[in-house]
């Protein structure tokens, strides 16, 4: 069975950072591209960022570009998100997703909460 | 990038009866190299993650009940709930995979009449 789960998330004031990770198993970790997704309160789904199996390929939502880092561990099965220069605008509950890939099946996490506050 | 647009944005509907909801896509989502429309539906409770119930646009997840169907291709889809029950009370997302980062509709809330 797949299982994500996310951690890192927390309190803290606009202009901070916070490095989110998600430990996955179940599943061949470097065989898919890894996603965050989030979404802020009341809100909708937003995709932040994704990487390509090898992590050399990452792309990112222009609102994040230049202050949050995708990256991913393959021995570790681990999926990180470093986030810096936080905002109030990116207060949200952070997912990390499994990809679709050849399957069609796309797998998440439970999320983890983001607050940016001062 | 892709834009999914939905409608409507709510819609109440008495239990048993159908609820059908509309996502179109601002690019074609029909893959050329499998002939699958990379598009999924989910539906989302609060307090909870998305749960996948329908992805390549029609084939639904297991264990999702068998009165949720989907269909469309290229750029119009559509859920259809073909008979609502109370558990069916959420916020349902169309999104598509197509793009390296998808892009979602932006909800529509179904609630009982």
């Known amino acids: 069975e797949v299982h994500l789960v996310e951690s890192g998330g927390g309190l803290v004031q606009p202009g901070g950072s916070l490095r989110l990770s998600c430990a996955a198993s179940g599943f061949a970790f470097s065989s898919y591209w890894m996603i965050w997704v989030r979404q802020a309160p009341g809100k909708g789904l937003e995709c932040v960022a994704s990487m390509n199996e090898d992590g050399r390929r990452k792309y990112y939502v222009d609102s994040v570009r230049g202050r949050f880092t995708i990256s991913r561990d393959n021995a570790k099965n681990s999926l990180y998100l470093e986030m810096n220069s936080l905002r109030v605008e990116d207060t949200a509950v952070y997912y990390c997703?499994?990809?679709?890939?050849?399957?069609?099946?796309?797998?998440w996490g439970q999320g983890t909460l983001v607050a940016v506050s001062s | 990038d892709i834009v999914m647009t939905q409608s409507p944005d709510s819609l109440a509907v008495s239990l048993g009866e159908r609820a059908t909801i509309n996502c179109r896509s601002s690019?074609?989502?029909?893959?050329?190299?499998?002939?699958?429309?990379?598009l999924a539906w989910y539906q989302q409770k609060p307090g909870q993650p998305p749960k996948l119930l329908i992805y390549w646009a029609s084939t639904r997840e297991s264990g999702v009940p068998d009165r949720f169907s989907g269909s469309g291709s290229g750029t119009d889809f559509t859920l259809t709930i073909s008979s609502l029950q109370a558990e069916d009370v959420a916020v349902y997302y169309c999104q598509e995979y197509y793009s390296t980062l998808w892009a979602f509709g932006q909800g529509t809330k179904v609630e009982i009449k």
């Open positions: 997703v499994r990809d679709h890939a050849g399957s069609g099946v796309a797998s």
């Open positions: 690019q074609s989502v029909l893959s050329s190299s499998n002939n699958k429309n990379f």
